[in-house]
């Protein structure tokens, strides 16, 4: 027996070498000590799976062996069967976790059983609770040291399974300064000699606008946020901001954007020539020219609100009436 | 009289309000009866009107002249009763509704004089050009007014009044078209649809003919001693037509300042000043009679071809030296497009030393016609070196990268460059852009930047759900909830059910959203309009809870002494009463510049 255990940790041994949850068939494994009988094999495999240093994984119609470490066979034994049913099971959903509902259905046991079967694995640290965006009801476990997937956890956007509103709000106005500075780069300056105040623009064949890539770079290189960004979030955050008219996609192409002018308008900028102490920046004349003549509903932000509130119209009067 | 201005004139549409109350205001109250009934009744003849409104025959027949007169109805005779019927004719409210602002257009384009003669005209409806000229003494001045009157009829301000403006198109349409029609014989080879096209096709003819008739040189001008003055005999009105072109132009400026720039939007405004007269108007007659073009598509092309052969014509076509010429002198376009080098100060001597001067000496003096295609040519380094050197305000360079910018600087294409150094501007694409920019923004001022958001998503994503928005905006679900149902309250999105089970039960089904512009755009020019009328009832309202003291200021022996007969109250009041008065008409021709963008 001693000797077929020192052949069984050779082969427990030899199957660790290669990359953790690599599964074997029988050949394999027969291979890797150069046994040519099925027999021996079987011997050393059941004493390696009644040690719990071997899970048997039926993969199609054909069963698959799998090492397990010996910390994590040791965990194993310590555990009650109904734990290490349970255990088995939250291991096997990996990132997406499962729920405690699922697993009643799986293992059939009995509620109280599943209940304190978790408690005390969640107790021991082998297991946590986590919290899912998708299901904000379920108590869902995962094995301790695993990180919950995007799916479970929404991705960067949410913060404690909570869109969290502020975080992406900060970084919309990051992204959008940062395209209307390149876009308009005269705009957010007090007027200097070699641009024109009231309109400063690049021409229509100007290529330095932002795109996903510049964008990704200016936030990692400038330390905006220490949440993980991939290229797709800085998409769906430029997309807001086409949603907000704050950008717009550059004709033909997938990814380069520039800030509209309006946005840098509304946000209080481009304008610095109508202030009181840069009146000298243009002449008299100039500025008569530019007047505006008539209306517009672009220029609401210069539209004061009237004092007379009995005379306050309303859009909807008509379907509200 | 007995019964006046009945509730219907408001409630059976905004558009009745509002021209009732126009009419009240400026025409009186019987007119405002006849236009209402008119509105509702649709074609009446005067015993009819006299019967509806009850009010006398005579009292009916008077108020049909002077509305007649001033364009607010139109008659048309029927040959076989030879009853007259009457049908409302928009044009002569919306004259009264635009006059202050027509005024004052032609008064800063023209001058005070010219101004004179609009205001004059629109009092009157229309005017024999003979009895307008006669009725001035001064002989320099009659001279001088045959003078305006020939400059503000050949920029098409006034045109010439013919019998056919007094019936409506529908009719004039019909007799043709049944005229024709009589006159193109059925034949056993012909089906009875080609038979009707052919007629058609010869009515629209004979129809335009119509319209263009009487506007030969000859019919318009006599020459006098070398000069040309407007025939006196001729009659002519204001044309609004005009008028609601030089609207769109401002409103398509200021989309353009809106979108790239004030410098920019200047030198559009120039361009839509050359092409403005030219070009095609709001709405085409053919677009004004009912049943003539039905389908949608064929509405489009029709409008579409209308604009091409503008173009083919070289009506709406203008060219970069044209802006040169017409751009008003003190506008600084100095630095107005960044190069290059104000990124990188250093490569600027380096340019400056690769360019020989000939080149340059080309460009800023000469005047060769082949000079637009060699900017065409003129690589990067070219263009940014001659923007540093020009000390005039406004170089040729510039201004092409200011047009440039119109037609390609961002996502609207405000110019269509045809051919180097030629324009054109495609009206009927902007239009809609136009109408887009104008109602997302009104969206944001009104219900806030989250519903603009999600509104915009709702665009681009054709149709989605609550949970599908809620992902593309990054806001939470609630908010994109709320956001929905003000949306949806405002009629500014359609909600389509989809059921999950056979039962359709409701806790199972789902909903989607979706936007349709047509629908919203009517609904929310209908709201404008009932917005407009209701500043209008409430300016009239509380003029009239001071009725006591405003009465007393138009009395012969106050007029002109108002500081010392009235009381410092008194005149405190009529203080506030007058800016109250000021910032209601403010805010109702805000309004009106809205509702214009969804007339055109």
Redesign the interface.
């Known amino acids: 027996m001693a000797e077929s255990s020192e052949r069984a940790q050779v082969l427990h041994n030899k199957m660790l070498e290669s990359p953790s949850g690599t599964l074997f068939n029988q050949q394999e494994l027969q291979d890797l000590l150069h046994i040519s009988k099925p027999v021996e094999l079987l011997s050393l495999a059941q004493e390696l799976i009644n040690r719990k240093l071997v899970k048997l994984i039926k993969q199609g119609d054909e069963l698959r062996f799998q090492a397990v470490s010996i910390i994590e066979a040791n965990k194993i034994t310590q555990m009650t069967d109904d734990e290490a049913m349970i255990y088995s099971y939250i291991e096997a959903w990996g990132r997406e976790g499962i729920w405690t509902k699922t697993i009643k259905a799986k293992t059939n046991l009995h509620q109280h059983v599943v209940v304190r079967c978790l408690k005390s694995l969640e107790n021991q640290r082998y297991i946590k609770s986590i919290k899912s965006v998708k299901h904000p009801t379920r108590k869902i476990y995962m094995l301790y040291n695993l990180q919950p997937s995007i799916e479970v956890t929404g991705g960067p956007?949410f913060t404690d399974s909570e869109?969290d509103?502020e975080f992406?709000d900060s970084l919309l106005t990051v992204i959008w300064r940062f395209a209307a500075s390149k876009t308009y780069?005269?705009a957010f300056q007090a007027p200097t000699e070699?641009?024109?105040p009231?309109?400063?623009?690049?021409?229509?064949?100007?290529t330095?606008f932002v795109n996903l890539d510049t964008i990704m770079e200016f936030i990692t290189s400038n330390k905006i946020t220490n949440i993980d960004l991939v290229l797709n979030d800085i998409r769906?955050?430029c997309?807001?901001l086409?949603?907000?008219?704050k950008l717009?996609?550059i004709?033909q192409t997938t990814d380069t954007y520039?800030a509209?002018?309006?946005s840098v308008?509304e946000a209080g900028y481009g304008r610095s020539y109508e202030e009181e102490e840069n009146k000298i920046v243009?002449?008299d004349?100039?500025r008569?020219?530019?007047q505006?003549?008539?209306?517009?509903?672009?220029?609401?932000y210069k539209?004061l609100p009237?004092a007379?509130e009995a005379?306050t119209?309303?859009?909807?009067?008509?379907?509200q009436q | 009289m007995q019964g006046g201005l009945s509730e219907a004139s408001k409630t059976q549409s905004p558009s009745s309000y509002l021209y009732t109350c126009i009419a009240q205001k400026n025409l009186g109250e019987i007119a405002a009866i006849v236009i209402s009934s008119l509105i509702s009744y649709g074609r009446l003849s005067c015993r009819e009107i006299s019967h509806k409104t009850k009010l006398s025959v005579k009292v009916v027949q008077s108020a049909l002249v002077s509305l007649i007169q001033l364009q607010c109805v139109y008659y048309v005779k029927d040959e076989n009763s030879g009853t007259v019927h009457y049908t409302f004719n928009e044009t002569g409210v919306l004259n009264f509704l635009h006059s202050g602002e027509i005024i004052n257009h032609i008064k800063t384009a023209y001058g005070d004089d010219h101004a004179e003669i609009i205001q004059n005209i629109l009092v009157n409806g229309h005017i024999k050009v003979a009895d307008y000229i006669n009725n001035i003494d001064d002989a320099q001045k009659k001279l001088d007014t045959e003078t305006l009157f020939v400059k503000l009829f050949s920029d098409k301000w006034l045109v010439r009044v013919q019998l056919f403006d007094f019936h409506p198109y529908a009719d004039i349409w019909n007799n043709i078209y049944q005229d024709i029609l009589k006159k193109t014989p059925r034949s056993a080879t012909t089906s009875e649809i080609k038979r009707v096209n052919e007629a058609k096709e010869k009515a629209k003819i004979a129809f335009v003919q119509l319209l263009e008739s009487g506007q030969t040189s000859k019919d318009l001008y006599t020459v006098k001693d070398g000069f040309k003055t407007l025939n006196p005999n001729l009659i002519v009105r204001f044309n609004l037509n005009r008028f609601q072109k030089h609207l769109r132009s401002v409103a398509l400026i200021n989309l353009a300042k809106s979108r790239i720039g004030t410098l920019s939007a200047k030198i559009y405004e120039t361009a839509l000043n050359l092409i403005e007269q030219e070009s095609p108007d709001i709405i085409h007659p053919f677009l004004q009679i009912s049943g003539l073009i039905n389908d949608p598509e064929e509405e489009r092309a029709f409008i579409n071809s209308i604009e091409n052969k503008s173009v083919e014509e070289k009506k709406i076509v203008f060219t970069i030296r044209e802006i040169e010429r017409s751009l008003p002198t003190d506008l600084d376009l100095r630095n107005s497009i960044l190069t290059h080098n104000f990124l990188k100060p250093n490569l600027k001597k380096r340019v400056a030393d690769e360019v020989d001067s000939p080149n340059k000496r080309v460009k800023t003096e000469s005047d060769t016609p082949d000079l637009l295609a060699e900017f065409q040519l003129k690589n990067d380094i070219i263009i940014e070196e001659e923007i540093d050197t020009d000390s005039d305000l406004q170089s040729t360079s510039l201004i092409q990268h200011h047009l440039k910018l119109l037609s390609s600087g961002s996502t609207i294409q405000f110019l269509i460059e045809m051919t180097p150094g030629t324009y054109t501007i495609p009206f009927t694409a902007l239009i809609k852009q136009l109408k887009q920019y104008n109602f997302e923004t009104l969206v944001k001022t009104t219900l806030g930047g989250n519903a603009f958001r999600v509104l915009r998503c709702l665009k681009t994503q054709k149709i989605g759900d609550e949970k599908s928005l809620a992902t593309a905006v990054l806001l939470k679900e609630k908010t994109v909830r709320n956001e929905v149902y003000k949306l949806v309250k405002a009629n500014l999105v359609e909600i389509q059910e989809v059921p999950r089970s056979a039962d359709r039960a409701a806790s199972k089904t789902f909903y989607l959203f979706r936007h349709k512009e047509i629908m919203s755009y009517n609904f929310l020019r209908n709201a404008l309009i009932f917005t407009m009328s209701e500043i209008l009832v409430n300016i009239s309202n509380f003029k009239e809870d001071h009725k006591i003291l405003l009465d007393k200021c138009e009395r012969e022996d106050v007029k002109g002494h108002e500081e010392e007969l009235l009381l410092d109250s008194e005149l405190k009041t009529l203080k506030n009463l007058q800016a109250r008065e000021i910032s209601n008409i403010g805010r109702f021709n805000r309004i009106k510049a809205l509702f214009e963008i969804y007339s055109l």
């Open positions: 956007w869109l509103t992406i780069p005269t070699d641009s024109n009231v309109q400063s623009s690049y021409p229509s064949n100007h330095g769906s955050l997309d807001v086409v949603f907000d008219d717009e996609l004709n520039r509209t002018w309006q308008l243009i002449n004349k100039f008569q020219v530019i505006p003549k008539s209306f517009s509903i672009f220029e609401h539209v009237d007379e005379d119209t309303y859009l909807d009067s008509w379907f």
